[in-house]
């Protein structure tokens, strides 16, 4: 019988733009406190880019570290995806801007919008297509730069985001299977509470959606924190469940960093110590499909994780849409 194809992760990186903007930065922009937004959010700061610095440049950099991790060449993949929902353009893709910096020949490249589960969504595709033998190499980026679609006069959104990206290699092996599964969701019928209103074929661009900041996030947060909290808790659970793990299994779980009032209180559901969950939140903000990557990143290069140890991811976003991963590292 033909042996099942396994999925290795090679390597991961990630990055974070130079700028720093604190919360006591945003008490200069809008009606907030640095004590409101750490006790609701957890956020303590957050990272900008420049005007200069689309999502595919943060892409690019983040995939340089991980193929220096994975100590493989960028000609090596054989396909390119990038989870954003802050893309370069309408089109071309991110994906082929940033196959473009990396100077990858022709491979298919494409970007997957899943709003803050993207990341994961991601890992399903690149999973599948190693899976069934098409491709064997897969660069696999989370990346967003929320803070070019953010309202700086609302209060209630500007203070919860930050732009970042990261980056995974994957390989097709034999020896190993560190996907060991991913359970994703969605449900469309909460598309009306968190979105960008304009710029789309449902409201083109205009002057008057331009003065009307319709080109910006659209949030009704108390909504969002209300069903993030369950569905984070039922695809972790999911995934948990079709991984054959157990949660004493697990070394580490990596929440979205959205909110930190919402991490803890899928932590306490699921029931796993705080002291097992991973929280960078403080300085990233919410990076939408980058959260998850970069925060495993960074677990690895801490020497949090070490080779051979089961991580948990899980996130929620705009759509809703929702996913987990348990993986091996
Ligand atoms: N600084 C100071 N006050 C603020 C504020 C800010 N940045 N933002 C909102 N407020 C005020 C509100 O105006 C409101 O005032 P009011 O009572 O006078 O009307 C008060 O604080 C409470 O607002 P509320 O919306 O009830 O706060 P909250 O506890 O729900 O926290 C969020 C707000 C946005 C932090 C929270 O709802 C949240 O995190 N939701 C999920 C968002 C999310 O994760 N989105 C991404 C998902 S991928």
């Not at 609302?154 to 359970?183: K, P, Q, W, Y």
């Amino acid at each position: 019988m033909k042996k099942k194809i396994g999925v290795k992760i090679l390597g991961t990186g990630s990055y974070f733009p130079e700028k720093v903007l604190t919360n006591l930065d945003l008490e200069k922009i809008v009606d907030t406190s640095d004590e409101w937004i750490s006790a609701r959010t957890g956020i303590k700061e957050r990272r900008v880019s420049e005007k200069n610095e689309p999502t595919s440049e943060l892409a690019f950099r983040a995939s340089v570290e991980a193929f220096k991790f994975a100590n493989i060449l960028p000609k090596q993949v054989d396909m390119i995806i990038v989870a954003t929902i802050t893309p370069d353009m309408f089109f071309p893709s991110t994906a082929c801007f940033l196959q473009r910096k990396l100077n990858i020949p022709s491979v298919p490249a494409f970007d997957l919008s899943a709003s803050c589960s993207g990341f994961i969504y991601g890992i399903s595709v690149a999973k599948a297509f190693i899976e069934s033998g098409l491709y064997k190499k897969i660069l696999l980026v989370g990346a967003d730069e929320l803070t070019k679609i953010t309202d700086w006069t609302d209060r209630n959104t500007c203070v919860l985001f930050g732009d970042g990206a990261g980056a995974m290699v994957l390989s097709a092996s034999h020896e190993n299977d560190d996907i060991l599964s991913v359970f994703l969701g969605a449900d469309g019928s909460y598309s009306n509470l968190l979105f960008l209103p304009a710029g789309g074929t449902f409201n083109p661009a205009t002057v008057d959606t331009v003065n009307e900041r319709l080109h910006t996030v659209k949030m009704y947060g108390k909504e969002v924190f209300r069903v993030a909290v369950p569905k984070m808790v039922f695809a972790a659970e999911k995934a948990l469940e079709f991984s054959g793990k157990k949660l004493e299994d697990v070394k580490l779980f990596i929440p979205h960093q959205a909110n930190m009032r919402i991490i803890m209180a899928v932590a306490k559901k699921i029931g796993i110590s705080i002291d097992k969950v991973f929280v960078n939140i403080h300085k990233t903000g919410n990076v939408s499909s980058a959260t998850t990557i970069t925060a495993l990143d960074e677990a690895i290069k801490s020497g949090r994780l070490k080779s051979g140890d089961i991580v948990e991811l899980v996130a929620f976003g705009g759509g809703f849409t929702w996913g987990a991963s348990v993986i091996r590292i």
